[in-house]
């Protein structure tokens, strides 16, 4: 056996040496569009993610302008919205139609693809020392099922019948009589058939993280020398195999019931006045199964973040992370109850009050170590000589929405308090603040960061600034109030709510929410005028330009397929010599062996090898 | 520095393409314990059809068991250069795995005249889950066939060697986790009814 490892291992190396040599001469299609290269697919994933994340910006700003003006009429969105408007309402069903499709495109399309596909197709091999993921073909494979689910729940927003509508967690029965609403006819079925192929999108790419992570490290690289980005993404694509299959099962029998007439989540229901023929379904089954995927998911959404905010403030702290195991083991700890926790949607679904209490309980455990991530944030930038680049900015202000959003989540946890709050906008602020903004800004962090990284220029900093501060101000302007709205009880995912005395009252913070809202959409042009400006006529970068210790900037400014020109540098030490008293700068790479910084040197350390 | 960097790719432990196929499995697996923990879970509801496996089942069992043997002879075979044996032993596991598939089409029409449907008015969820237990195996039951057939042609180009074990080492982890997870789900399938 051994013997024919080694052998395997020489071709691989002749392979990368053959990458050097012509990958000058590969033809535009395989270099730009079905390329191999990890750097070029992380790319094509962010373009994709921005794409989406405007579809989806654009929907929300769409239903927010109904609640926020219920008695206005909106002729001039006509042109673009067609029936779906007529005499300048929205139509009702399509609002549930907006809704769906903004958590859905989010959630999935933006969160997890657009984030992890990004930055772990970008970062992995970068700050491993890989040349490139260990598959490349799988990880192609991977962004061109995503695509192909793309185009399908692209195609869906214009079906007449309208996209999927009974929400982001496709409940049945709703969405799975086509005669319920018309968001569960043909929207419905191009929703499930663009999930599925999303997730086996996600698998490939998560099964290639993980094992990039596992056999692909550089010499001397061991796992407790990973840069604490590459630990998040690790743990979030494990999350992602073994939750995304379960979401796949779900969906499997969701589809049989609706087109091959099972009754695996339907039970003796009538639709006017008529007998449907299922009998014998369990709805709350497909809530388990959803959630067991479902909560997972948003620290599938949310742990990629927690690393890149992690190496984005150490950097501009110019301190090492504080408490690098325990931010490790806070991820762990993480990752493990993100599976036990899922019942804590379903306290009000009529399960055993037993078996809420024991959710509850799992549940608030989760607390403790996002507290210890927070303290160690906090710590890592105390006293600190802090740069306030855009990528800070972002990264602080994602430890505020973490806090803010973290804290309301321990009272919804609560399976008594659940019972006020359930499916009010109480809950909609706690995850938009926490999952939602939280992630966005840790995204928003990544890309000013690693911008040069990735085209070889600088973003405008000015610019980001601007981006930055409408963009944090807005999100709490937003998500605030609705904490507010929510403890009053006012239902979420109303189409309209003027009817009942109880809310008119919060007619005037529904309007201010919905111009707060359509004003954040609208300074993002800030950041896309940014990003594409940048690209072709940004300032150029250095090779290091944060003065960073992890490999990636070890690179040269534009990094070719193989990533390093000469040979895979050799790593001494973690990721985060920040400010070594003795060291004459206040960074050492960490491909700076022990021997070159004797001045800094600790009593203990020294080269391994 | 320069000079240990070349040596990074010897303390690579496990071939990538062995590990990336583990996962698959794991996601594979993950995915029947969704499916089997939901029939507990919905069989406790009540409402449950009760009815009778279908006793080809067994034969079926059996069959495919012996197609493992037939891959890890060929896979033996394989490691000792006995080409001829790793030809013979691949195509009798092909052939088996066939049979199986055949069996289990056989055993869904002894599920049909006995009534018990996939869906319509008169199915139950008790039966629906045999079908998609048994279907959604037979699907990556085909994915190994389809393996196994490259695998089959690269042997018969004489590719398949003791120096070139990586294909045929990943085929037959795959079919032999096909195998146990048939075995799992027959007793699982035999405990539930």
New interface residues.
């Given amino acids: 056996m051994s013997s024919t490892d080694i052998s395997l291992h020489k071709d691989v190396h002749l392979e990368h040496d053959d990458h050097h040599d012509d990958h000058h001469n590969e033809s535009f299609i395989t270099k730009y569009v079905f390329s191999q290269d990890h750097k070029v697919i992380a790319k094509q994933f962010l373009f994709a993610g921005i794409f989406w994340a405007i579809i989806g910006g654009t929907l929300s700003s769409l239903f927010r302008m109904q609640l926020g003006f219920p008695e206005a009429t909106f002729n001039f969105l006509e042109p673009l919205l067609g029936k779906w408007v007529e005499g300048g309402k929205l139509n009702p069903e399509f609002y549930l139609a907006l809704v769906t499709m903004h958590g859905t495109i989010m959630v999935f399309f933006v969160l997890t693809a657009g984030l992890s596909g990004t930055f772990s197709n970008f970062l992995i091999p970068l700050q491993l020392g890989a040349r490139d993921m260990a598959s490349g073909f799988m990880n192609m494979l991977s962004f061109w099922f995503f695509f192909l689910a793309s185009v399908i729940m692209f195609y869906s927003l214009f079906l007449e019948t309208g996209p999927a509508g009974g929400g982001w967690t496709v409940y049945p029965p709703l969405s799975a009589l086509p005669q319920a609403i018309a968001g569960s006819g043909t929207g419905m079925t191009m929703w499930l058939i663009s999930m599925a192929l999303f997730i086996v999108s996600q698998l490939l790419g998560g099964v290639n993280y993980i094992t990039t992570v596992i056999n692909m490290r550089t010499r001397g690289m061991s796992m407790s020398k990973m840069p604490l980005t590459i630990w998040s993404f690790f743990l979030t694509a494990v999350l992602g195999l073994l939750a995304f299959p379960v979401l796949f099962s779900a969906a499997l029998l969701l589809i049989f019931d609706r087109s091959f007439g099972t009754s695996f989540f339907l039970s003796d229901i009538y639709v006017a006045g008529q007998a449907l023929s299922h009998t014998g379904g369990s709805p709350v089954l497909f809530q388990h199964l959803f959630w067991f995927l479902g909560h997972p998911e948003v620290y599938i959404v949310i742990l990629p973040t927690f690393g890149i905010v992690s190496e984005v403030i150490t950097t501009n702290a110019r301190k090492p992370i504080f408490g690098y195991r325990a931010m490790i083991g806070s991820m762990l700890g993480i990752s493990v109850l993100s599976f036990i926790v899922w019942a804590h949607h379903m306290f009000v679904s009529g399960m055993n009050p037993f078996l809420g209490s024991v959710f509850m309980f799992l549940t608030l455990i989760i607390a403790v170590p996002s507290a210890v991530k927070v303290f160690n944030w906090l710590a890592t930038l105390w006293r600190g000589n802090i740069n306030f680049t855009p990528a800070m900015l972002f990264s602080v202000a994602f430890v505020s929405l973490f806090i803010s959003g973290g804290v309301t989540g321990i009272i919804l946890g609560n399976s008594a308090l659940d019972i006020q709050l359930h499916d009010t906008y109480f809950v909609v602020a706690h995850f938009h603040l926490v999952m939602g903004s939280a992630a966005f800004f840790g995204m928003f962090a990544g890309v000013y960061h690693w911008f040069p990284k990735m085209f070889g220029r600088m973003m405008d900093e000015k610019l980001g600034y601007v981006h930055f501060w409408i963009t944090f101000i807005c999100a709490y302007l937003i998500f605030m109030p609705m904490h507010y709205m929510g403890i009053a009880g006012f239902p979420r995912r109303y189409y309209t709510w003027t009817g009942f005395d109880t809310f008119s009252t919060f007619l005037d913070m529904n309007s201010f929410i919905s111009i707060a809202a359509i004003a954040v959409f609208f300074a993002q042009l800030f950041f896309l005028f940014n990003f594409f400006y940048s690209i072709f006529r940004g300032r150029r970068a250095t090779e290091n330009p944060w003065k960073s210790n992890t490999l990636e900037w070890t690179t040269p400014v534009n990094p070719g397929h193989g990533n390093w020109p000469g040979p895979l540098p050799v790593v001494y030490r973690w990721p985060y010599d920040y400010s070594k008293p003795g060291a004459p700068e206040d960074f050492i790479p960490q491909n700076v062996p022990y021997s070159q910084t004797q001045s800094s040197n600790l009593p203990h350390e020294r080269d391994e090898f | 520095?320069?000079a240990?960097?070349?040596?990074?790719?010897?303390?690579?432990?496990?071939?990538?393409?062995k590990?990336?196929l583990w996962?698959?499995i794991?996601?594979?697996l993950?995915?029947f314990?969704?499916?089997t923990s939901?029939y507990i879970?919905?069989r406790e509801?009540g409402?449950?059809?009760e009815y009778d496996l279908p006793s080809v089942l067994l034969i079926n069992t059996f069959i495919l068991i012996l197609s493992s043997v037939f891959m890890q002879w060929a896979y033996v075979s394989a490691k000792k250069d006995n080409i001829k044996n790793v030809r013979l032993g691949l195509i009798l596991t092909f052939i088996a795995g066939t049979a199986f598939l055949i069996g289990q089409w056989e055993g869904w029409a002894e599920l049909v005249r006995n009534n018990v449907f996939?869906?319509?008015?008169t199915?139950?969820?008790a039966g629906?889950?045999l079908y998609?237990l048994t279907g959604?195996h037979a699907f990556h039951l085909v994915t190994g066939l389809i393996f196994l057939i490259i695998v089959v042609i690269s042997a018969l180009r004489y590719r398949v060697h003791?120096?070139?074990?990586?294909r045929i080492e990943l085929c037959t982890i795959y079919w032999h986790f096909l195998g146990a997870l048939w075995i799992y789900l027959y007793i699982f399938l035999t405990l539930n009814h």
């Avoid at chain 2, 996939?118 to 008015?121: A, M, R, V």
């Avoid at chain 2, 003791?162 to 990586?166: A, E, G, P, R, V």
């Fill in positions: 520095m320069v240990n960097t070349e040596i990074q790719t010897e303390h690579r432990r496990v071939n990538p393409l590990f990336i996962l698959l794991v996601s594979i993950m995915m314990a969704a499916f939901a879970v919905r509801e409402n449950w059809l996939f869906g319509g008015s199915s139950n969820p629906s889950f998609v959604v003791s120096k070139n074990l990586t």
